[in-house]
């Protein structure tokens, strides 16, 4: 690869500017690990012992992995039939599917919130049934829900459409019902698309902030506590908790990108 | 064994219209036909893969048009063989075996019984994606007997092999043909195979099957001129009843008079007359051939193991000979000469 962008001026070009945002990303972040690990070390520590800063990031992950849950249990179906069937509005239904992806999302948190608010149409209802959203882990839930599921969806659709549709018609004539060939044919060669889209909302769902803080402020999730403390101690309070929050982050995704590949090599 | 009653889809542009077919147990039938003529939509009709608008299916007499596919007990076998590639060749035969909960042992005598009978059983444990394209056919093909089907029905199944892969498969076909049992349904666009297997052809074109019958009657007696065209006959000639009686039929094409056998034209009736290249024959007299023209050799082309030579008599003749023919008539280029044929090989079509 090397040795041929040296022969080839438009690689060398397309390899420089590429480079750039590389760069740009390497840039800020470890601009900030710099400064805290090697500068501050003693507020990372400190920050690594606050018991509400450990329970702000835990509430983050786990509410994020609740919603990638809902994601792929609803998701899959819906990408199984965008990826096999046409039907009139077919185009309509993607298009709605992407519209968490285009509105900003301060725009999606005031929707969410009117919607699920204690006196919202949804939440009177599940209030009724003791589940709240506003001002609760359930309202963390369902933004991150509704702002990371058209990347499940989309990654699981393209996962479906990679699959020959004859392998399930083959299933079907060897004596499988339509819910046996999609479990045994389907679903298993999906898996790493599967895998991979449930990986992207997850994350999508942790770097969500704009949709919570409308819906649910309290309990704090890492972003919130972020610049809520930025708002008090400045960069000196905030910082610390920012890179304990990349650093998980990181290594947690490095290990699941790893996991994925090995199970796609079945 | 498996009726066609009437049926029709309309799916844009693949569409069904009107298709009626009797196929006969034990019968290996081929659909055959140009490409996009709706023969892979017929066989997933009959499959079940897909219900159709309008008309019915029966199998055994039953109506099943709308019966799920894995109520059918039918073997399915692609084009592209579908192996189930995160499943290993045993576990790929084996699939219909276990949806039926057939015991361990049942099924391991129900494997290596088909892998004897296909001669793979050394490929048991490989991983399908590994496969050679005819590897590949076995597989799907022992796959689809596993179940012990009455019928089975197959899309193209040849084409993705080449020629030696090709020809081995197709008398293994009719080996397991001959055994019994199953009746078998391909669809194919290769009039090899349909010579080489078929007991009958059903000609599908435009969504409709347009003529059934023997390989003979497909490819000596086409009843249209597309379907001559479509079996590579180039000899269709225009043509006029002048005369007939019990024994014959005169037609004029071109001013030169045609003897044909008599059929139901009238005098003055419009008509084609079909035949095959193979059946024209060149040189001199001698022969029983009712009909015979002179006329100047237009070209001679090389076409496999044999040759075509065109000739004009008035009205434009194809000829396959043989290349000892060639040499010993010195046939070329501007030559002069004789065409014979027979009016029995003559197929006469209204105009």
Known sequence: ?266 | MIRVENVSNNWGEFSLKDISLNIKEDEYFIILGPTGAGKTLLLEIIAGLHFPKEGKVLIKGNDVTFLNPEKRGLGFVYQDFALFPHLNVKKNIEYGLKLRKVPEEEREKKVTELVNLLKIKHLLSRNTTTLSGGEKQKVALARALAINPKIILMDEPFSALDENTKSKLISDMKELHNKGGITFVHVTHSQEEAILLADRIGIMMGGTIVQVGTPDDIFYKPITREIAKFVKIENIWEGKVLDKNQDEMTIDVNGKKIVALPDHFKVGDGVRLIIRPEDILLGKGNTSARNEFNGKVLSVVKHGFYYIVRIDCGFEVEAAVTKQSIENLCIKEGKDINIFFKATALQVIKR
């Open chain 1, 1 to 266: 690869m090397f040795s041929e962008i040296r022969r080839n001026p438009l690689l060398i070009l397309f390899f420089i500017l590429g480079m750039v945002i590389v760069g740009y990303i390497i840039a800020a972040l470890s601009h900030m690990l710099y400064s805290q690990l090697v500068l501050h070390p003693g507020e990372f520590i400190a920050v690594i012992k606050d018991p509400v800063v450990l329970q702000s990031i835990w509430l983050t992950l786990y509410t994020s992995f609740i919603g990638t849950v809902i994601a792929v249990i609803l998701g899959i179906p819906l990408a199984y039939i965008l990826a096999r069937y046409e039907f009139h509005g077919k185009d309509i239904i993607e298009a709605i599917v992407d519209i968490p992806i285009i509105i900003p999302h301060t725009v999606a948190g005031i929707a969410l919130f009117s919607l699920l608010m204690r006196r919202g149409a949804v939440g009177m209802a599940f209030s009724k049934l003791g589940i709240v959203f506003q001002d609760n882990m359930w309202g963390i839930v369902m933004a991150m829900f509704f702002v990371s599921c058209p990347f499940f969806v989309g990654t699981a659709r393209e996962g479906f459409k990679s699959v020959n549709p004859n392998l399930e018609r083959v299933a079907r004539t060897l004596g499988a019902s339509h819910w046996e060939s999609f479990y045994q044919i389907a679903l298993p060669l999906t898996f790493r698309h599967i895998f991979s889209g449930a990986i992207m909302s997850w994350a999508r769902g942790i770097s969500e902030f704009g949709a919570i803080i409308i819906i649910a402020y309290y309990p704090m999730i890492a972003s919130t506590l972020i610049l809520a403390r930025f708002n008090t101690n400045g960069l000196q309070g905030s910082q610390p908790i920012a890179v304990l929050l990349i650093m998980v982050c990181f290594v947690t995704f490095v290990v699941l990108r790893l996991i994925s590949k090995r199970g796609g090599k079945r």
